[in-house]
């Protein structure tokens, strides 16, 4: 299994709403990725796990806060959202958070901002 | 910090025919990664073939290879044979230890029956 997982596929909240993101892969990784992805624009990575051991993009808001359960699952908290941070969120997976592994991403999760 | 460029916002090609897509990368570093990543317009996005810097040879996938240029920082995408599912964005990327994969700003194939 191959597969990377999202849901929901598409979201759409108000500014004063609180939803989540999920994301799950069964490839046995040990490293997680949230990136955003404005329109044309390649991917920004926001936060990765790699071992449970969170790193943090410091230039993501706090209104943005990641979860990871297991080494399987990964959430991403939205909390009080700007139209600006509507945008494709993807999620990826790779053996471990050594970059030259290939990195597995899911479809997305289409996000808008109302 | 580490840049990748990718000169060419578009490009089309001929189905059949062959393309070139362009990618340098700004480093200081002697051992580092390169990729191509293409995301098709469903978005799933998926690694097309991948290059060690301390290899010389140019790797190789089936129709997809790489032209790896360590001096002039240049690691160009050539396409075979191009196929209606050629057609998506194309993502180089770079990484070296210690840091995380950067992107270029992409190219959109597009293929023409």
């Known amino acids: 299994d191959t597969e990377v997982t999202q849901t929901p596929k598409h979201l759409v909240m108000g500014m004063t709403n609180k939803k989540s993101l999920k994301c799950e892969q069964h490839m046995g990784h040990r490293a997680m990725y949230w990136y955003k992805q404005k329109a044309k624009k390649p991917p920004e990575l926001m936060f990765v796990y790699s071992y449970e051991k969170l790193s943090i993009n410091e230039s993501v808001p706090s209104r943005f806060s990641p979860e990871c359960p297991n080494s399987s699952l990964l959430n991403l908290h939205l909390h009080a959202l700007q139209p600006e941070d509507s945008a494709l969120y993807l999620c990826?997976?790779?053996?471990?958070?050594?970059?030259?592994?290939?990195?597995?991403f899911g479809p997305g999760t289409r996000l808008t901002v109302l | 910090a580490q840049t990748v460029t990718q000169s060419q916002p578009e490009m089309s090609v001929q189905e059949a025919e062959t393309v070139t897509l362009s990618c340098t990368y700004d480093t200081s570093e002697s051992d580092y990664y390169l990729f191509w990543y293409k995301q098709p317009p469903s978005r799933q996005m998926i690694l097309v073939i991948r290059?060690?810097?301390?290899?010389?040879q140019n790797a190789t996938e089936n129709r997809f290879s790489v032209n790896f240029q360590k001096a002039a920082k240049s690691f160009s995408l050539k396409i075979s044979d191009s196929q209606l599912g050629d057609a998506a964005m194309y993502f180089c990327?770079?990484?070296?230890?210690?840091?995380?994969?950067?992107f270029g700003g992409g190219t959109r194939l597009m293929v023409k029956p």
């Open positions: 290059q060690e810097a301390y290899k010389q």
């Open positions: 990826a997976s790779s053996q471990d958070g050594r970059g030259y592994n290939e990195q597995f």
């Open positions: 990327a770079y990484y070296n230890a210690g840091n995380m994969l950067t």
